[in-house]
């Protein structure tokens, strides 16, 4: 079953607890030689020899068959009894009450409550028969877990059905039939639906005359081992049919509905009840009723009304199956703090289809039990729209989805087992089965039932070609740059505050300013989406510097939303962000980072300019790199008015790098070159020039200049003095030139330099002397 679907959880032997408790037969009893108030008798248990057993009970007789605990027996609870003696009279065991089998009055209506249990005549009266055969008490209970999208297996008939279609048998579910009955149910009962949306359909049934007893011993047990308790014969017969077909149904005392009527109507707000378990209910709109024509008298779907129940001078009874909303049932149910068996089941959405078989079973057990007079008729208001759903026969498909070879006729075969019909090519899904709505819903079934181990194993159609992209691997790369640089990554919301743009010193008129709303901010800090992602890295640092963190060097690859309108999602830009304090920190290692960044993109044609127009940086303090007049990058200190607005007194270094025109521009293809035959000539030139000229504006035009025997330059000095003029700095640089196919000459290396002193001529600087 566990196998099929139907999850098994457990099982269990009633009356398991009881060992070595038999039938008995009284056959004398006298008082005790030493006390008034006990007995002593003579039973026989079905033993060569009768057993004498001493008893405090006052309610036995000879000829009485009880239940007799012997020597070494164990009753519930787990006590063991063993014989002894009674006020120096032998006793070798104990007669049983009720609450020593584990069972109740419910159990045995006509026991005495506090005396020993006296078998009646629904009992077998053997003696030294096991007692739990005796009275039934050896039924085997098996628990299942039962999915929320099965409501049709909360029942007998369900599980009956899976279990007929697990192990190859035929389904025999109950089919009532009905002798006939008198009168016509329109003079007795008015059912009328005025929320269709909540009450798919409401049958009413009458019966007449009813006589209320307990019910027989067969029906109690049923209910016993299910785990209800027995009331009497009309109530059992409402819980019999649900734990049977699944459907809740109510039996009303027709005196309490005036005029006869049923209404299914939504409560109005402040209307009250009292419910069964005699508490007050105070309703609302939402909320849906049965009534009469003045007053609610049960909440449909969870439970009736204090007067709806049938009592013991109940004469005449309308019998209830309904189908309701669940979502209604269960909202409601949720309200009033309240779930039932019906509830339970209702929100699950029942087959409104199966309200009218529910209710002929009910009417044949009132006939099979004598409970009553049947009125002839129903009243059946059906507002019911499910039809059977109908869905393509297309076993090809079934076997190619679950990977396994079963004929059409075997599918066919399976499908009609659960209740399913398949013709011309088309499956029709009986409507208690909502949960089957397309052909993988149908592999499922035939899935389930050909057995899960049986299919068999193989491997998965095509090749898994799980990689990264080209853009995730990228940014791999430039992880690993950053870590080997010794900074730490963070990670930052992508929300921010409107404040943090006066915090950057960011002017009135900046399109930055231009950001994204959040509807609904986790927080006033946390209501629009950054522009700009340094003032995230500026917070932590902030964060780091109160910590008294004496450095950090941190990076972040963020993301920036820049606004399209409203109409029209943001343009979504990543960037990596650099920032650092401390005493190793400085603009030379934040512009040595982001050189090593663009040496491993295999970016080399750009240029360093002076930054004076960004805010956040230190005026004569920033840099640009840009490539064709294009920003790649901007480095440089904090502005100091920017490092007052975040409470921080020391230098703070940070950098901007455009990931998105990185990853453009990138060159990850590497060339490489056999070690050089022939010897390098190194030549060492010293230039004078102004003091704002970027010294790689030089370095690039040296390189072209030279020609491609220029192997490498490098700056090795830096002077500004008194030996040249003032605004003016001299640069020193080292030319290493070589070529692959021979020795160079003095003249081809003097070629070299001279056409490089000739092109930085052309633009005002001159070679030392």
């Known amino acids: 079953m566990t196998m099929s679907g139907s999850k098994v959880e457990g099982f269990k032997q009633e009356g398991e607890q009881l060992s070595n408790i ?86 045995f209506p006509y026991a005495t409550e506090n005396g020993i249990f006296v078998l009646g005549d629904d009992c077998e009266k053997t003696t030294g028969e ?97 785990g209800v308790r027995p009331i ?3 109530v059992d017969i409402t819980n019999y049919v649900m734990l049977e077909y699944g459907q809740p149904m109510h039996a009303f005392d027709i005196r309490y509905l005036d005029n006869n009527e049923v209404n299914v109507r939504c409560a109005t707000n402040g209307e009250k009840i009292v419910t069964l378990d005699g508490i007050e209910r105070l309703l609302d709109v939402d909320m849906l009723v049965i009534a009469d ?57 029942l087959d409104p289809n199966g309200c009218l078989n529910s209710i002929y079973r009910a009417l044949a057990l009132v006939e099979e039990l004598n409970v009553g007079n049947i009125v002839n008729g129903l ?31 075997k599918q066919k075969e399976i499908l009609e087992r659960i209740g399913f019909t398949v013709n011309n090519d088309a499956i029709t899904v009986p409507t208690f089965r909502n949960d089957v709505e397309h052909l993988a819903d149908i592999s499922e079934e035939i899935a389930r039932f050909f057995g899960y181990e049986n299919i068999p194993n193989c491997p998965l159609a095509g090749i898994a070609n799980g990689k990264l992209s080209d853009r995730q691997q990228f940014e791999k790369i430039m992880n690993g740059v950053l870590l080997a640089c010794g900074l730490s990554e963070i990670q930052t919301y992508s929300f921010t505050s409107a404040k943090c743009f006066d915090k950057i010193c960011l002017p009135a008129e900046s399109e930055m300013r231009q950001c994204i709303c959040i509807s609904n901010p986790m927080g006033e800090d946390t209501g629009v989406m950054r522009t700009t992602c340094l003032p995230s890295m500026l917070e932590v640092i902030a964060r780091n510097y109160k910590h008294r963190n004496p450095e950090a060097m941190l990076y972040e690859i963020a993301t920036e939303y820049v606004s399209k309108g409203s109409e029209t999602l943001p343009l979504e830009n990543q960037k990596i962000v650099i920032g650092m304090y401390g005493e190793e920190s400085g603009y030379t ?141 001299s640069l020193a640089f080292t030319m290493r030139l070589r070529s692959p ?13 001279s056409n490089a002193v000739d092109a930085l001529n052309k633009i005002g600087i001159t070679l030392r002397a």
């Open 22 to 107: 038999v039938v008995g037969k009284i056959l004398e009893i006298e008082k005790h030689l030493n006390s008034d108030n006990l007995w002593t008798c003579q039973v026989d248990v079905g033993l060569p020899e009768t057993v004498q057993i001493v008893t405090g009970a006052q309610n036995l007789t000879s000829g009485d068959f009880v239940p007799v605990a012997l020597d070494n027996s164990v009753v519930f609870g787990g006590k063991t009894i063993v014989k002894g003696k009674l006020r120096d009279v032998d006793s070798e065991g104990m007669l049983c009450s009720l609450s020593e089998l584990g069972l109740t009055l419910h159990d």
């Open 130 to 226: 096991d007692i739990r055969t005796a009275i039934g008490l050896n039924d085997t209970i098996t628990e299942f877990e039962i999915t929320s999208n099965r409501p049709d297996c909360l029942s007998v008939v369900g599980l009956a059905r899976e279990a007929a279609a697990s192990f190859g048998e035929t389904l025999q579910p109950p089919t009532p039939t009905l002798k006939g009955g008198t009168g016509n149910v329109e003079e007795y009962l008015k059912v009328a639906i005025n929320d269709p949306e909540k009450c798919y359909r409401y049958i009413g049934a009458v019966v007449t005359d009813v006589k209320i007893e307990p019910s027989p011993r067969w029906l109690r047990e049923r209910l016993r081992a299910s």
């Open 232 to 234: 009497n014969n009309i």
């Open 293 to 349: 024509a003045n007053k609610p008298v049960a909440v449909a779907g969870v439970m009736g009304g204090e007067y709806s129940g049938v009592m013991d001078e109940t004469n005449t009874i309308v019998f209830e199956s309904a189908c309701f909303n669940g979502s209604s049932v269960r909202s409601t149910a949720k309200k009033l703090g309240m779930r039932t068996e019906s509830s339970a089941r209702f929100e699950k959405e």
């Open 379 to 409: 009243v059946d208001c059906n507002y019911n729209q499910r039809k059977p759903r109908v869905i393509p026969f297309n076993w090809k498909w079934v076997n190619k989805f679950v990977g396994i070879d079963v004929s059409a006729e």
């Open 589 to 729: 290692l934040i512009k040595g980072i982001i050189e090593e960044i663009l040496n491993v993109a295999g970016i080399a044609a750009y240029e360093i300019e002076v930054c004076n127009n960004n805010p956040a940086y230190h005026p004569g303090r920033c840099a640009a790199i840009t490539i064709d007049g294009e920003y790649l990058a901007v480095l440089g200190e904090i502005h100091p008015q920017v490092q007052l607005n975040y409470e921080i007194n020391t230098k703070i270094y940070a950098a901007e790098i455009d990931f998105e025109m990185l990853f453009k521009l990138k060159n990850l293809k590497r060339t490489y070159k056999p070690l050089p035959k022939y010897p390098a000539v190194d030549r060492d030139l010293s230039f004078t020039c102004e003091k704002g000229i970027p010294v790689l504006r030089l370095q690039n035009l040296i390189a072209h200049a030279a020609g491609p025997l220029l192997e490498s330059i490098s700056l090795f000095d830096i002077y500004e003095g008194s030996q040249i003029a003032d605004g003016t700095k």
């Open 741 to 753: 196919e021979r020795t160079l000459t003095d003249r081809d290396a003097d070629e070299a330099v």
